[in-house]
């Protein structure tokens, strides 16, 4: 048989991809008739060429069944897994060119919660005592002319001293190490917070067990997560890495863009300023807004 039948039935295996693209054809929808034709013609080929057993199709879908069924409000592990295969990273920085001075993207990660605290400028996102050393964040938020922007929201959240977000820490307290700021009269944020830990992705899950047959470290580098927002300007999601993180050349996630690469600086503390007469860090980073639609991403856990 020559697979050339167009009658809807299917002489061999060779027919299977044409007939399914000219069934995908009639989709009404233009992108999305895009979407399904070419994901059908690499998911086929992929199929092709590893010469995909029926073992092994059997296990793909108890994988994604799983990654189903571990998704809780508080965890989500469909955003894991898109993570650690480096789609998250390739989607943010397709979608998020730099060329015009654009901080650069990176994944949302699976921690990030809507609603933070709004907090005035300057305030502690710590909210329990930790014993350690505290850390001064600041920066500007700017177009990509360099002007100033006011009224910005910056929204940050990160891992606490030992490496755990809030919702994963019954010791801290709801909304721990989360915030959103707002820019003032010059394009100004800062806030106190402490360092943020390295740590490892959640591993429970099927996520878990393809690190482990992978021989893959679960860990990210120390970082700090941004969504800075504002009307008119496309919402930037970014994480910045700490120069001197563990696992910084490692990052399961792949999420280390170099020019998302800053230095948290320790100082011994001996300002005159109450505050900053002790040991203390110091992290310094501007971000660029590109014009664009203020969207926003659907929390990935509540
Ligand atoms: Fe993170």
């Known amino acids: ?24 054809a009639s989709t009404p929808d233009a992108r999305l008739r895009t979407l399904v034709t070419a994901f ?57 060119p730099t060329e015009g001075g654009q901080t650069a993207a990176a994944l949302l990660g699976p921690f990030w919660r809507g609603n933070s605290p709004r907090c005035e400028l300057g305030a502690n996102i710590s909210r329990h005592e930790t014993g350690a050393l505290p850390m001064f964040v600041s ?59 390295g740590y490892p992705v959640p591993t429970h899950g099927p996520v878990g067990a393809l690190l482990r047959a992978q021989g893959r470290h679960p860990y990210r580098p120390a970082h700090l ?37 800053g230095h948290f600086e320790y100082r011994e503390g001996t300002e005159a300023d109450a505050r900053l007469n002790r040991p203390h860090y110091v992290f310094s980073y501007d971000l660029t807004l590109h014009p664009g639609v203020s969207e926003f991403p659907t929390p990935p856990i509540k």
């Open 1 to 24: 048989m020559n697979g050339d039948h167009d009658d809807g039935i299917i002489d061999d295996e060779s027919a299977l991809t044409p007939m399914v693209k000219r069934v995908f």
């Open 40 to 96: 059908a013609e690499h998911a086929h080929a992929f199929v092709r060429e590893v010469g995909l057993t029926e073992a092994e199709f059997q296990a793909a879908i108890e994988f994604v069944e799983g990654i189903g069924k571990a998704n809780t409000d508080t965890h989500n592990e469909v955003v894991l897994a898109a993570d650690v295969v480096g789609i998250s990273t390739l989607v943010a920085l397709l979608n998020n």
């Open 139 to 197: 920066g500007y938020v700017r177009d990509e002319d360099g002007e100033p922007l006011s009224g910005a929201t910056v929204d940050v959240w990160q891992a606490s001293p030992v490496g755990l977000y809030e919702n994963q820490d019954p010791e801290q307290p709801d909304m721990n190490l989360r915030g959103r700021f707002t820019t003032d009269a010059h394009g100004r944020y800062w806030f106190e917070t402490v360092r943020p830990a």
């Open 225 to 261: 997560h941004f969504m800075v927002s504002r009307p008119d300007y496309k919402t930037l999601v970014t994480q910045i890495f700490a120069d001197d993180a563990e696992h910084l050349s490692s990052d399961v996630t792949f999420g280390v863009v170099r020019s998302c690469v």
